[in-house]
């Protein structure tokens, strides 16, 4: 079985966009087992998609399509397609209700086009748009088997993950059971990472062990395969304790988790309530703790202290602390944490100051980072980083350093 | 001229990275007007890379490879391609010089495979790498001519910039200019903003106007070629007055700028101090804000106000707002644009509040959003939106929309 991605749309060819959505069907593909040999990017382009359509249907089984399906003149995978399987295209009334509703939501007129979108190959399973409108589909012919997806990865991924996939393993009849799991890290480089288990990586080929490094963390993706789910269980439980018992103190989580839920699932865990004072990250940890439903459990809120008058007057730095150590301090963190908590009547106080760049800042050159903590019963500490990279990774990456710091203190 | 981007990298095909080089590499044939249908991704097997190289060679006259340039067993690139066109390998003094003082330089021996790096098609402009080990090279056959890159993004695209670019222009002998300009639309679908420029669309082919829809915008991307440079430009302006006449109100734009930015450059222009209380969006708003770099002019800091207690008693809303009218009403994002205004002696206050959902907020569905506007001499305004999607989009969207509203304000 030998799958080949076909991306529609000339703004992947005019270089607007990069060809994610190849990556991340292929991913999954390895993982279930199913060999990707082609990656192929055409225009919207009638002739020249059939043309690759051909190619494609020559040498590989599975043709997936990414974009394409949108409500507009340029989108035209769908009837190219029928036209070259002579399948008929048939509106699909879940669909064309999905669609319209989203119309009333926002309130806006539905124009015809739109309709367009809710068009599917006869006798395709038809895959549910759960961030968008344009569903997928999936239709097996004699000789070849075809998958259509949205363009947008937002629409695309969640779709091939929660429905295409699962149609894949069932048409394919793949019966061996391939379980994976993935292991995330953070506090430690993916060299020094594939070194400490460089043994393990090459001892064993199933499960695979596949290091990938990815905004400052690391994660170790498990692979298991075996006809019995129990057994591919049982194999990755044996790796992932050899891998813990050499790198066991850098890991946080599992899967698709990150390092603000992780802190998030402790806090409520704890039942601890966190205000934040955000100045080089200017909200980020903020919008990030917010992103995550149910927030406002632990979190009533906070300040952004972006110019030192703040700082001292809304969160309740001392002047003096200002003007002898800076903003960009052990102490001005501290004080910021300490403030922040007894203002906000929040268990935990956290800080961010420092220099995020371009420009050194006070004498500190950019990726000078201070983290305040402040918990009760204990004295608010400060802990120093110096992060490389560009202004918003700077940030970013505070971000992330200031969850695995707390996370660490809240053992 | 049309061009074609051959891939070569099993990595690829795994799904572990991303092709980035066919985007920069597009982006820059673009440019210089030669035309991209086709990019293909295949593995490092030399039998599916010469069927990859056939099919390239019939639909398109250069082609571009990327990858399988290095020292390793699995590089195989140029010794497919060479045994395929006859052309024999021999090695290039410069290359191989570069090689060598690179192990001098880090003190390592040189291994015998390194060598086979400074090999070149006998006949081949070299490309030199001011990045890495491995040369360029481009040749010119009969009928087809073909581009060598090395693989890593680092090398390659420096290659490609100084010195690849310019070896095409040559030996294409390409005179005709190519200008092309990205407009950017926001508060329009992307099917009304076709409809309503669908006879502009239509009736023309220089400029090509294509459109593309990313995150709740929408843009158009212009390009039109002419041997003169200032007719180009020229033919652009004139399509880009007609598309303003028709939807000029949703421009906010050009190329590569955001919604973000041009309220950053509004509020540098003008002069004016901004503070913000944030409800629903967590600190996004101040985030997005902050990430620019220069942001300590404009603006001091702000609330993140998401428990109705830090409304009242941190920004100002008064308590029987919330009892009568509720934390999602037009009425408490007015007195929390007022209040930050005042308690952050800015120019101006904006906030934010609503139901992000998945859940509704005190009877509002999620989605429902209010951007309150507080601006000197004038009586503070909120304005109410209804945003589809996940909890994520609607917060995303709903900091664009605060852009949006305010940047229409400051006109």
Redesign the interface.
């Known amino acids: 079985m030998n799958a080949e991605i076909i991306a529609v749309g000339?703004?992947?060819?005019?270089?607007?966009?990069?060809?994610?959505n190849?990556?991340?069907?292929?991913?999954?593909?390895?993982d279930i087992g199913i060999n990707?040999?082609?990656?192929?990017?055409?225009?919207d382009?009638p002739l020249?998609l059939k043309?690759?359509m051909e190619?494609a249907e020559s040498?590989s089984d599975l043709i997936i399509f990414t974009g394409g399906l949108?409500?507009?003149?340029?989108d035209l995978t769908k009837e190219t397609i029928a036209k070259h399987i002579g399948a008929a295209l048939v509106s699909d009334e879940d669909a064309l209700r999905s669609i319209e509703d989203?119309f009333k939501?926002?309130?806006?007129p539905m124009?015809e086009?739109?309709k367009k979108q809710a068009l599917v190959l006869k006798g395709a399973v038809v895959l549910p748009n759960d961030?968008g409108m344009a569903p997928g589909m999936y239709l097996k012919s004699d000789k070849n088997a075809y998958m259509l997806l949205p363009g947008?990865p937002?629409e695309m991924e969640p779709m091939f993950s929660n429905y295409g996939r699962d149609v894949l393993l069932d048409a394919l009849e793949i019966h061996e059971k391939i379980e994976s799991r993935v292991l995330r890290f953070f506090g430690i480089g993916e060299a020094q990472l594939e070194t400490d288990i460089i043994d393990l990586i090459d001892s064993q080929s199933n499960p695979t062990i596949?290091p990938?490094a990815t905004d400052g963390e690391v994660t170790l993706r498990l692979t298991a395969k075996d006809p019995s789910a129990e057994k591919a269980k049982s194999l990755l439980d044996d790796v992932e304790m050899k891998i813990m018992e050499k790198v066991g103190k850098f890991f946080y989580g599992y899967d698709d988790t990150s390092l603000i839920v992780e802190l998030f699932k402790k806090l409520q865990e704890k039942k601890l309530t966190i205000a934040?004072a955000?100045s080089?990250?200017?909200?980020?940890?903020?919008?990030d703790?917010?992103?995550i439903?149910g927030?406002?459990a632990i979190?009533?809120?906070?300040?952004?202290?972006?110019?030192n008058?703040?700082k001292v007057h809304?969160v309740g730095v001392k002047q003096e602390t200002l003007d002898d150590a800076g903003a960009v301090s052990e102490q001005c963190a501290v004080e910021l944490a300490e403030g922040i908590r007894n203002?906000?009547a929040s268990e935990i106080g956290i800080s961010f100051t420092g220099a995020a760049?371009?420009?050194a800042l006070e004498g500190h050159p950019p990726g000078t980072v201070l983290v305040g903590i402040s918990l009760p019963n204990r004295e608010a500490k400060a802990f120093k980083l110096m992060i490389p990279g560009s202004?918003?990774n700077v940030?970013a990456r505070a971000v992330k350093y200031g969850c695995h710091i707390l996370l660490n203190e809240l053992q």
Chains 1, 2 share one sequence.
């Open positions: 000339s703004e992947l060819l005019l270089g607007q966009i990069v060809n994610t190849a990556k991340f069907i292929s991913a999954v593909l390895a990707v040999y082609y990656h192929t990017v055409v225009g382009n020249r043309e690759c190619i040498r949108g409500p507009t003149k340029d989203y939501k926002v309130d806006r124009t086009n739109n961030h947008p937002k596949a990938l934040c955000e080089l990250t200017g909200g980020m940890f903020q919008s703790l917010t992103s439903s927030a406002s979190f009533n809120g906070g300040i952004v202290c972006y110019s008058d703040v809304h203002k906000f760049g371009p420009e202004r918003n940030r």
